[in-house]
Every structure is written in structure tokens, then in C-alpha cells.
């Protein structure tokens, strides 16, 4: 499962249970004398749902994005690979230099 997945998942769990949480509230057999709440629970489960569609198109404009990206990089790193490699070894002397300059 990746990272993307991984908080998709997350965040329907968290509008789910907030779902459940105000569902649980309106439904209270106290409040069903009250008129205004049958609208109240129509609009929250209107905008619950668009909160679900919302996260869902999110999760795959990242995706997407983060897709976009690795084939750049990808495509950069065959296009230039010395410079990648220059770029490691300058990574790694940098690394080495500080970790012997702590002893």
C-alpha cells in the first residue's frame, strides 16, 4: 500500500467517523421533535458526501502529482547521469566530513 493510499485511507476513516459521531447525535430520540433537525441531518449528509468526493479527488491529483514527479526524476537521471552521480559522491564526501569531524 502506498503513502498516498495509506492517507486516503486515513482520511475517509476520519470523515467516516465524524459521520458516525453527528449521526449518532442527530438521531437522539430527544431531538426528534425538532424540525429543523431533519434539514440539519440532510445538509450534513450533503456535505459529508462532497467531503468524500473531495478527499477522494485530492488523494488522486497527489498521486498523479507524485507519479509526474518520480518520471522526472527518472527521466533526468538517464538523461544525466554523471551529474546524479557527482551529486551522490559530493552527498556522501559531505556526510563523511561531518562524521569524522565529530570524533
Known sequence: ??????????????????????????????????????????RVDTKLAIARELAAEKSKVAAKKAKEAAQTANAYAHDEPWQIAGAALAVGVLVGLLIGSRR
Open 1 to 42: 500500500m502506498s503513502v498516498t493510499q495509506n492517507l486516503e485511507a486515513a482520511a475517509n476513516a476520519v470523515v467516516e467517523d465524524l459521520a458516525s459521531d453527528v449521526r449518532g447525535v442527530l438521531s437522539n430520540k430527544d431531538l426528534e421533535g425538532v424540525p429543523q433537525l431533519k434539514a440539519l441531518k440532510q
